[in-house]
């Protein structure tokens, strides 16, 4: 399963992109994740429907300081990431 998110709210500034990378690497998802001009953030993670249940969950709580008012979820075609990546 993969899923492109775009997370909204207070999410830069505030660790989310490396706290995505650990939480992803902890679920053996695949992906990326980074800051965009308009002060989102934009996740790109393929993993099992377990793992991604769990880090969906985790994405709308965030790490400490982030404020996440929603997220916008699209279904995307499976590719072969390697690994968990940010992109600065």
């Known amino acids: 399963m ?3 998110l775009i ?3 207070r ?3 505030v660790g989310y992109r490396d706290f995505t990378k650990k939480k ?3 679920l053996s998802i695949t992906g990326s994740v980074k800051n965009m001009r308009d002060g989102t953030v934009l996740v ?6 377990e793992a991604m249940g ?3 969950k985790w994405c709308y709580k ?6 996440v008012r929603k997220i916008d979820k ?3 075609q499976t590719e072969d990431f390697n690994g968990f990546i940010v992109i600065y």
């Open 54 to 56: 769990n880090f969906l």
């Open 2 to 4: 993969r899923l492109d």
């Open 7 to 9: 997370i909204v709210g």
């Open 62 to 67: 965030g790490p400490k300081g982030a404020i």
């Open 44 to 49: 790109t993670a393929q993993g099992g429907n």
């Open 74 to 76: 699209v279904k995307g």
């Open 11 to 13: 999410v830069q500034g």
């Open 24 to 26: 992803a690497d902890s």
